[in-house]
């Protein structure tokens, strides 16, 4: 059941920002103008404070970085910005649930070099079965990194209503398949392996978002 908190975001998210992300958000096209440099970098999220329970300490922690060894992802990971995706970094919805706890966990990026693009590429080979097995590590703003596994992969995505239905800790991964207004998106679904203490240096990484054109 979806919980009071999300609720209170669902017509946001599907008004807004989610419409955007799901069904006209991101772009797979690589032959359009050079990004912008965003003239003010966003800070990495952090956690503020550190008191309170366990818990609460859990419900603060945001996703700062997700690396895919196996296809050469490696990226910073920012709060998602109020207008169109940034370039050059994935991004996290909000409302979802943080990485180590029920429910899941929603990071997605564009479909372009040095992002997301090889998602969709394997997700074209055999509709991702390549990817199925593969590890996912979430590096969090309070120095931990959660590790996934990949256990499916669905084409052509064109609602949130899986993911608002996962109760389960999962973390779930999201990239376009065509220019922007391209309706259907590529979605990885990963279950949870292994959590433990990370570098500082290894869960913050600078982040440099870039305007898309």
């Not at 996703?63 to 296809?71: C, E, G, K, N, S």
């Not at 040095?114 to 390549?130: E, R």
């Not at 203490?197 to 898309?212: E, K, L, S, W, Y």
Request: glycine share 8%; net charge neutral; aromatic share 8%.
């Amino acid at each position: 059941m979806i919980s009071r908190t999300i609720e209170q975001f669902l017509p946001r998210i599907l008004v807004g920002v989610g419409v955007a992300v799901i069904f006209y958000g991101i772009v797979t096209v690589l032959s359009q103008p050079q990004p912008q440099r965003v003239t003010l970098p966003l800070p990495t999220p952090g956690v503020e404070g550190a008191t309170g329970t366990a818990d609460d300490a859990a419900a603060r922690r945001v996703p700062t970085r997700v690396v895919i060894p196996a296809l050469k992802i490696d990226l910073p990971v920012v709060l998602e910005p109020a207008g169109y995706p940034w370039c050059d970094v994935a991004m996290y919805l909000a409302p979802f649930a943080r990485p180590g706890l029920p429910g899941a966990t929603y990071i997605y990026a564009h479909a372009r070099q040095g992002m997301f693009l090889p998602l969709l590429d394997a997700s074209k080979d055999n509709n991702g079965k390549s990817m199925i097995g593969m590890l996912v590590r979430v590096y969090t703003s309070d120095d931990q990194v959660f590790v996934y596994r990949v256990s499916a992969v669905h084409r052509h995505v064109t609602s949130l209503a899986g993911t608002f239905a996962s109760q389960a800790e999962q973390l779930w991964l999201q990239t376009s398949e065509g220019p922007r207004g391209t309706l259907g998106k590529t979605e990885v679904i990963a279950e949870p392996v292994s959590s433990g203490p990370a570098a500082p240096r290894d869960a913050h990484p600078v982040a440099n978002p870039t305007i898309c054109e």
